[in-house]
């Protein structure tokens, strides 16, 4: 180890509540170094050794925000879900003018809620939205909302790959995906995230979806919702 680099990398300098994140660095500033002055394979591992660090500390930090959803939860107050939609589409706004994507919406309406929590879950159906498009067309997004007896029906549907419905149940637990990491980055752990977001408002969540013809996200939120997990605290 390079002496004079050695403080870089005391996990009290960097960040006390991230050590998950001295690895990465580590590794980085290794490849900074010695990238081209060792030989090929050398290279090879050091760009692995980065890779895999940078994967870990995202896996990490969506582990930490799924278990956050119920642990740290703000208490509900009336929610504009346009606002949560608005947040969501702000947060996303570089990939959606990169990728060309249209996203349109009826007018959500105010329920009980958590707002951060509705915003990320907007985040998360319009990312993978966007994430899993059609290769050949831009993609569209829509989200519309219907009043149901005592709950609101909210839908995030897209124009994208589609899937199989035996995948249905799946594509919820944590950690499945569908496809590899190079083909789409990712945690698999987004829509477990909003699983436990929509449970926690007292709703579901499903899809229907076929491959190739777009797929349809659907949740419901109670129209005056309770904490579910306030019972438990
Ligand atoms: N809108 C979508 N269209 C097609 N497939 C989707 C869509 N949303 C999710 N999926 C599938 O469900 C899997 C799980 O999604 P998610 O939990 O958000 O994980 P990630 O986005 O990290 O892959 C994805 O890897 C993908 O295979
Ligand atoms: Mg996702």
């Known amino acids: ?3 004079k680099d050695l403080h870089v990398f005391d ?15 580590l590794f980085q500033l290794l490849e900074q170094k010695y990238k081209g002055k060792l030989d090929e394979k050398a290279d090879k591992y050091l760009y692995f050794a980065v890779d895999g660090a940078v994967r870990m500390q995202d896996l990490i930090e969506a582990l ?8 740290r939860g703000a208490p509900f107050d009336p929610v504009d879900t346009n606002l949560a939609f608005t947040q969501a ?3 996303l706004s570089a990939v959606i003018k990169e990728d060309h994507a249209v996203v349109t919406k009826d007018h ?14 907007f985040q998360s159906l319009i990312g993978n939205a966007i994430k899993f498009r059609k290769p050949d067309i831009a993609p569209l ?3 519309s909302a219907e009043e149901h007896e005592k709950e609101w029906r909210i839908q995030v549907r897209d ?16 950690f499945q995906r569908l496809h590899t990491h190079a083909e789409y980055p990712g945690t698999g752990i987004g829509l477990a995230i909003c699983k436990r977001i929509v449970e926690r408002h007292g709703g579901r969540i499903w899809l229907e979806s076929a491959p190739g ?14 904490d579910n997990d306030a019972r438990d605290r």
């Open 1 to 3: 180890m390079v002496g």
């Open 141 to 143: 997004m829509h989200v």
């Open 11 to 25: 996990p009290g300098k960097i960040s006390p509540q991230a050590p998950e994140q001295c690895g990465g660095l």
């Open 213 to 226: 013809e777009g797929t349809a996200f659907s949740f419901t939120l109670a129209t005056t919702g309770e």
């Open 89 to 91: 589409v702000t947060n």
């Open 108 to 121: 959500p309406p105010t329920v009980k809620g958590d707002e951060a929590q509705l915003a990320q879950l």
């Open 64 to 71: 930490f925000a799924y278990s956050r959803v119920t642990t």
């Open 159 to 174: 124009n994208g790959i589609g899937m199989e419905p035996k995948y249905f149940d799946r594509i919820f637990e944590i």
